[in-house]
């Protein structure tokens, strides 16, 4: 007779099978599990989860305040400046006179032109000594012309043998008179040699002239310089007599920027730097002949006309 098989129902510890869980075999083999441990894989990725979020949540923030400040920063370039108004300019000039020494007006009237202004010395052949040449007078003259064409006073270089030009670098050079007018009391001289950097004066009009105007008077005095005096006109159309009597001129300007001996040839200027006159003579009638406050300039339109130049 058949009999059916019969399962028994007493619980019995089961073995370690190769095909039970990882987790119950480190355990049945003593090691810990990682329940144990806390590091429940289902823990373990949710963590991972909530890391991932808020790495991208700050990477978000990030970029937002960047753009902010990318925005802000395109504004402030690009966003239209209020217009500068008349009380702007205003009060910008008015500070930078308060708070800088600005050179004056006659010093940038005398920078204009210094470099045109040179020194005449006039020799004669010493009585003495034949083979020397004896200075005999100095004076001043200005370079109008970009050929080295100097203007002066003839009683600077009257009954010269030779005459000798120093310019602004001190360079030197022989000149000889190409023209003259005695009666006027004005020489045109031509150097032999000029330097490279010449500037010539830029000659104005005297026509525009006021009394009471600033003018500027820069000379040898005495074969000082180049030296600078400032003044104003005194008067116009005024006539002088030379000491002798012998001279007469007429048409002057009156002027009391300090002139002396060595002063004769020299510009006189106006504030804008332009040559209006050439100093002719000074009013002293003691025997000193030194300044006492007037003194002469022919204009620049009769000392052009006189030596035969073209109208300035």
């Known amino acids: 007779m058949k009999r059916e098989a019969v399962f028994s129902k007493s619980t019995r510890p089961v073995g370690p099978s190769s095909t039970a869980p990882a987790a119950l075999n480190a355990s049945v083999a003593g090691a810990p599990s990682s329940v144990e441990n806390g590091a429940s894989p289902i823990r373990s990725s949710r963590f991972s989860q909530k890391r991932w979020r808020w790495d991208f949540i700050a990477v978000f923030l990030l970029g937002a305040l960047v753009s902010l400040a990318g925005l802000g920063l395109s504004q ?10 008349q009380k702007d300019i205003d009060a910008a000039v008015l500070h930078t006179l308060q708070t800088k020494d600005l050179p004056s007006a006659s ?23 034949k083979d020397v040449d004896k200075e005999s007078g100095v ?11 100097i203007l002066t006073n003839f009683h600077v270089i009257s009954g010269a043998v030779k005459l000798k030009i120093t310019f602004f670098d001190g360079s030197h050079s022989e000149a000889r008179v190409v023209a003259a007018q005695p009666e006027k009391d004005l020489a045109v001289l031509k150097p032999q040699k000029i330097p490279d950097d010449l500037e010539p004066a830029i000659l104005g009009s005297s026509q525009q002239l006021l009394p009471g105007d600033g003018v500027v008077a820069v000379g040898f005095p005495f074969g000082i310089g180049p030296s600078v005096s400032s003044g104003v006109v ?5 006539q002088f007599r030379s000491p002798d009597g012998n001279q007469e001129l007429s048409g002057l300007i009156q002027f009391d920027a300090a002139a002396n001996p060595g002063n004769s040839g020299g510009p006189l200027i106006n504030m804008s730097g332009e040559v209006v006159g050439i100093v002719t003579a000074i009013l002293n009638p003691t025997s000193a002949r030194t300044f006492i406050g007037i003194g002469f ?11 035969g130049l073209p109208p300035f």
């Open 234 to 238: 005194s008067g116009l159309n005024r």
């Open 76 to 85: 402030t370039l690009f966003s239209p400046r209020p217009a500068l108004t």
């Open 297 to 307: 300039a022919t204009t620049i339109e009769s000392a052009g006309a006189a030596v």
């Open 139 to 149: 004076g001043t003259g200005v370079v109008i012309k970009d050929d080295g064409t």
């Open 107 to 129: 010093a940038k009237a005398a920078a204009s032109v210094q470099g045109a202004v040179v020194l005449v010395q006039a020799y004669v052949t010493d009585p003495k000594n």
